[in-house]
């Protein structure tokens, strides 16, 4: 779907299978958020395609955080142009977390590795200008990337419509999740909030009602 001029959605929609919703920006450099995992990539390969664009298209490949729902399909594009990057935290849990991933994936770390890790602050690739914003909680390097421009936020597992991520993995930290959730809450127009789950908030008040309802609902339990 498209949500805005230079801007796509491949939304997870299954009730059943867990998987997470990728975006793409397509404004002069192609660079596509959070892959997913590599069995369900046809769903975004599709999307692609019907845009016209094929992977070797894609300049670069961003994950807001490493879990496998999220990066595993990276493993597609290593013998291709694009790049990949992940916060140097995430990185460091991925290491950690490497005989899990072998015995339940049969993924080896090393096809994760990231050719440059992303750090807060300004991102500016081929005249794209993103924020990135470390936002733990979810994970130790978890991040959240803003584009001013199109007033996009790619919030990945921090927050969602009505939700937010969980806390109790590897390097989930409850009290880190709300504060993250807080600052986020704090940046002006935002006009998008693109979750890694579930439906997209549009509308600069429908956000700022969501992280008033999202704090309201949920931080008193974690």
């Known amino acids: 779907m498209q949500i805005t001029d230079g801007l796509h959605g491949f939304l997870w929609d299954s009730p059943r299978v867990n998987n997470c919703n990728t975006y793409l920006i397509d404004a002069g450099v192609r660079i596509l958020i959070d892959p997913g995992h590599t069995a369900y990539f046809d769903h975004v390969r599709h999307g692609l395609e019907a845009l016209g664009i094929m992977l070797e298209d894609i300049d670069l490949v961003l994950g807001t955080h490493a879990h496998p729902d999220h990066v595993e399909a990276v493993?597609?594009?290593?013998?291709?142009?694009a790049r990949f990057a992940l916060h140097g935290e995430e990185w460091r849990l991925v290491e950690e977390m490497a005989p899990l991933l072998k015995a339940s994936l049969?993924?080896?770390?090393?096809?994760?590795?990231?050719?440059?890790?992303?750090?807060?602050?300004?991102?500016?690739?081929?005249?794209?200008?993103?924020h990135v914003y470390h936002a733990p909680g979810h994970a130790p390097?978890?991040?959240?990337?803003?584009?001013?421009?199109?007033?996009?936020?790619?919030?990945?597992?921090l927050i969602f419509a009505g939700g937010l991520g969980r806390t109790d993995l590897p390097g989930g930290d409850a009290e880190a999740l709300k504060a993250s959730i807080r600052r986020m809450?704090?940046?002006?127009?935002?006009?998008?909030?693109?979750?890694?789950?579930?439906?997209?908030?549009?509308?600069?008040e429908a956000v700022r009602r969501n992280f008033e309802s999202v704090e309201r609902a949920w931080f008193a339990y974690i």
Request: with cysteine; glycine share 18%.
């Open 75 to 81: 493993t597609l594009f290593r013998e291709l142009p």
């Open 185 to 204: 809450a704090g940046l002006n127009g935002v006009r998008y909030l693109l979750p890694g789950h579930g439906p997209i908030v549009e509308g600069v």
């Open 106 to 130: 049969g993924v080896e770390a090393s096809v994760l590795k990231p050719d440059f890790f992303i750090a807060e602050g300004p991102l500016n690739v081929r005249g794209v200008a993103l």
């Open 141 to 157: 390097g978890g991040v959240c990337l803003h584009w001013p421009e199109t007033g996009a936020l790619f919030s990945g597992d």
